[in-house]
């Protein structure tokens, strides 16, 4: 096999046009014969003159950028070639085009330029603005370039046709620290002669309405603004720019109102046809309000943007006992509908979304204060198309007011359709399995994740909330990195975390902070939500080999081990003040889900502990020695408190002071019992207290993660698989036996007797208790992470619950690992793929390990 290089890759971007790095790191993938080794690299990085840089080394996942740093606007192509000990080497890969953003805040000209007409502040119907303006072409264009952002939300047009095919843009970040800005190549949607360029602004997470109980407007600013850039290169070298500024004109669009909530107005009968083109008369409009934005604020993105990523047709249109007709899409998604459309100017028609149905109609409760209508008003025209553009929903069913003719016949015709929208992330990991329950878990887990990662990793998509609750993607973040690559996604998020992080080192319970009512306001440290500063970036580097976030997040997470250290004082136990302990219980009261079995303190002090110790390990890896030692230490003194305080021994018996599976998950999970026989008799206990509860789940968010490991880890491999393929409420599988096609967020968030769970915080979509995804890839199907980056690979099968057959895959920075087993009369089969660049370490079930390198491999052995 010859050996070659594939998948360039600058950072951890997909695309990298506008990126934010002076020093893109280089990584890439190589295919070759099995047992290959790289023994060194080159470079070729033209930029005005082609530079070629030879290195010895191994390394092939972010490595240095070797040359000079890139400026702002500059491309760069890149081109790698490798060779082995045996001096073959490869070809030199597929060009890989880097394009530098703005780098410099001396770049920017571009100001905020919106609507200069009075509103309400605190309406949520305020009218969106258009605004736009014209320019001229008068020498043959090279290259354009436009760099945007906006205060709300945009959509730009240029000569009439859409710019990019992202929503919700630039995002939800701390918008006065940091506001994201977008890179379009533009250079074939201008003409030579007259131009125009517009946009469309919406409030979206800047202004509308965020948070329940009424929620709080205009957080972020009252105002709506474009800040664009279009830079244009002529073929003589001559540039031009065309910025926001007071040039600009104004006016009303046809979004009546629209909010992340409520849903979208839009009267077409208000439209502007021409209005993005040149030539039209825009005498009417006025001029605009310019604004202000330091453009020290301004930055590149560092994960994908988000898009629509797939298309549903409904699967049936129901009438409901009241007469309603009911669009059934099959599946609980988050996006939009899109329609197309004839009848009356005038007419009016609406689409009102909900997740549930009870007792035949849509079930809108578990909304809360959300509206989650779209209103469309027909112009009268032979055919409409419509979508809507700055809102999204949560939900599989929606209701259908007015349309105009047969609902059925527009359905069948494609119509009507349901656009799925989320953070564009690669997809890069897979699973599945003989029992098609369990396959259909994961699929819920799948459509949970892709549902609450839309630009930031939210609690849920459908209610008035929505917000980037930090317990939540701590629990799920090894899950979903399973699943989809979230390097640049999180990287990102954690950046806010950092920036919203209280000067003490408070952790908030969202990240962005909006205020909310007195149980979140003031902010106060929390152990599972704040350890997220710790846990995550560790994850990541775990996952990525990225030591950098490591560096990046450094200070985030030692202010947070520091300020719980503070606040337990000198006994090292965190026993006091307000916590969520574990979150949901089954066991809690619908409206006190944090009255759970576990001793809140007790989750706050493992938490402390396992803080702790991982802290140690991010210093050590990023050379702070002293603080190694320091938090090394510090970590067993917690560990001991916790002993001294929760575990209660007698003889070979070991009871935690709270005798809840929970309280023995974390102590067995995080590495807080005196020994290894302490560990064995606590899974012991654990596996009696699952047995007791019939098999049923008795954990919340915090004990959920850990329950399956802290079981198949301490030799109960079979009460964990009993656990997981247990149908009865509360259970994985109970979901899916109710027809649930995402993961909810109370383990009864439909009751048995098909009713919704009385508490008012009741989503059916809601990915952090399907967690227990990872156990399954890691240890049902048997694949896991050794060193950094999956440099060295674990495949360790452990079959049972019946299953004859798992697999899982996962494109690895290094490329596609995989691993199946198949069980035939107690014979095991298993077949492996380790890339190019890593190795393994294959285990099975009554043998020692054994080391394998690169390429496929099958293996057998005789289960006893």
């Known amino acids: 096999m010859p050996v070659s ?55 092939q996942v ?39 953003g703005l780098l410099d805040p001396m770049d920017w000209r571009a100001i905020p330029v919106g609507p200069d007409w009075s509103e309400d502040a605190e309406s949520d119907e305020r009218r969106p603005a258009l605004v736009r303006r014209e320019f001229r072409l008068d020498a043959e264009l090279a290259s354009a370039r436009l760099y945007a952002t906006a205060h709300g939300l945009y959509e730009v047009e240029l000569n009439g046709r859409r710019v990019g095919d992202e929503a919700l843009a630039p995002g939800w970040t701390v918008y006065p620290r940091r506001l994201r800005y977008q890179t379009y190549d533009v250079t074939e949607l201008l003409r030579p002669g007259a131009n125009a360029i517009g946009s469309w602004l919406g409030d979206g997470w800047y202004r509308g309405r965020l948070g329940w109980r009424g929620g709080f407007r205009n957080l972020f600013g009252h105002d709506l603004g474009l800040i664009a850039q279009l830079e244009l290169t002529f073929t003589d070298g001559r540039t031009k720019i065309i910025s926001t500024d007071h040039t600009w004109r104004a006016a009303r669009s046809p979004i009546l109102h629209a909010g992340n909530y409520d849903g979208e107005a839009y009267d077409a009968r208000e439209e502007w046809p021409g209005w993005s083109e040149p030539g039209f008369d825009d005498s009417a409009w006025s001029w605009v309000k310019p604004g202000q934005r330091d453009p020290r604020t301004l930055v590149a993105p560092d994960g994908p943007p988000v898009r629509c990523t797939e298309e549903i047709k409904p699967l049936a249109v129901l009438t409901t006992p009241s007469g309603k007709q009911v669009l059934d899409f099959g599946q609980n998604f988050v996006g939009r509908i899109r329609i197309r459309v004839t009848g009356p100017r005038g007419h009016k028609l609406s689409l009102r979304t909900a997740e549930v149905m009870q007792q035949g109609e849509i079930y809108t409760r578990p909304l809360r204060e959300a509206k989650s209508t779209d209103t469309y008003i027909l112009a009268g025209s032979d055919r409409e198309e419509w979508e809507p553009r700055f809102t999204f929903h949560g939900f599989r069913y929606a209701e259908v007011i007015g349309w105009p003719g047969d609902l059925g016949a527009a359905v069948a015709a494609g119509d009507v359709i349901g656009r799925v929208y989320h953070s ?5 990991g897979s699973f599945d399995c003989s029992n098609p ?12 994740m892709r549902g609450n990662f839309v630009d930031v990793p939210t609690d849920c998509p459908q209610r008035d909330e929505r917000v980037g609750w930090t317990g939540d993607i701590q629990i799920f973040a090894p899950t979903a990195a399973d699943l989809y690559d979230v390097s640049g996604f999180l990287r990102s998020w954690l950046k806010d975390l950092a920036i919203d992080q209280l000067p003490d080192g408070t952790v908030p319970w969202y990240v962005p902070v909006i205020p909310a009512h007195a149980t979140w306001t003031p902010i106060r440290p929390g152990a599972a939500w704040g350890d997220v500063a710790v846990l995550t970036p560790w994850l990541l580097y775990q996952r990525y080999g990225d030591a950098q976030i490591l560096r990046d997040q450094y200070a985030s997470a030692k202010s947070w081990v520091d300020l719980i250290d503070r606040l337990a004082g000198p006994d090292h136990l965190w026993d006091k003040g307000f916590q969520l302990g574990d979150w949901l219980d089954p066991d809690a009261p619908p409206q006190d889900p944090a009255d759970g079995k576990t001793d809140k303190y007790l989750v706050a002090t493992a938490y402390f502990a396992h803080s702790t110790a991982t802290l140690a390990k991010i210093a050590e890896t990023i050379g702070e020695a002293a603080d190694a030692d320091h938090y090394r230490g510090l970590a067993q003194q917690v560990r001991q408190a916790f002993c001294t305080e929760y ?26 019992l005196p020994d290894e026989s302490s560990k064995d008799a606590a899974g012991v206990r654990l596996a009696e207290l699952v047995a007791k509860a019939d098999n049923r789940i008795s954990t919340g968010f915090v004990g959920t993660p850990l329950v399956s490991d802290a079981l198949s880890g301490t030799g109960q491999l079979d009460t964990a698989y009993r656990l997981l393929l247990e149908t009865e409420c509360p259970s994985w599988l109970y979901a899916v036996t109710q027809g649930a096609t995402t993961v909810w967020e109370r383990w009864d968030s ?28 890691r240890v049902l199907a048997g694949l896991d992470v050794i060193e950094p980056g999956y440099r060295k690979i674990s495949f360790r099968p452990q079959p049972g619950g019946g299953l004859s057959w798992a697999q899982a895959r996962l494109v690895t920075p290094y490329g596609p690992a995989g691993i199946r087993w198949q069980l035939d009369d107690r014979q095991l089969q298993v077949e492996l793929d380790v890339p190019t660049g890593s190795s393994g370490v294959v285990q099975l079930p009554g043998q020692q390990p054994q080391q394998v390198g690169s390429g496929h491999h099958r293996l057998t052995c005789r289960l006893d």
């Open 5 to 59: 290089v594939h998948q360039v890759r600058a950072e951890h971007h997909h695309a990298p046009l506008g990126i934010g790095e002076d020093r893109p790191r280089i990584s890439w993938q190589v295919t070759a014969d099995p047992q290959w080794e790289q023994r060194g690299y080159q470079l070729e990085i033209t930029r005005s003159e082609v530079d070629i840089h030879t290195v010895a080394s191994h390394e």
């Open 424 to 428: 564009d992330l690669e997809r890069t």
């Open 62 to 100: 972010l490595v240095a950028w070797p040359s000079e740093p890139l400026h702002s606007r500059e491309r760069a192509t890149v081109r790698v070639r490798v060779f082995g000990a045996d001096d073959r080497q490869s070809d030199w890969s597929e060009p890989l085009i880097i394009e530098a």
């Open 437 to 448: 329950m369990l396959t259909q878990l994961h699929r819920n887990v799948v459509w949970g």
């Open 750 to 777: 439909l009751l048995p007797d098909g009713t919704v769970n009385p508490g008012t915080m009741t989503s059916f979509n809601h990915y952090a208790l399907g967690a227990v995804a990872d156990w399954m890839h």
């Open 647 to 672: 575990v209660i021994t007698d003889g070979d018996r070991l009871r935690m002071s709270s005798d809840a599976q929970t309280a023995y998950a974390l102590a067995i999970g995080f590495d807080l």
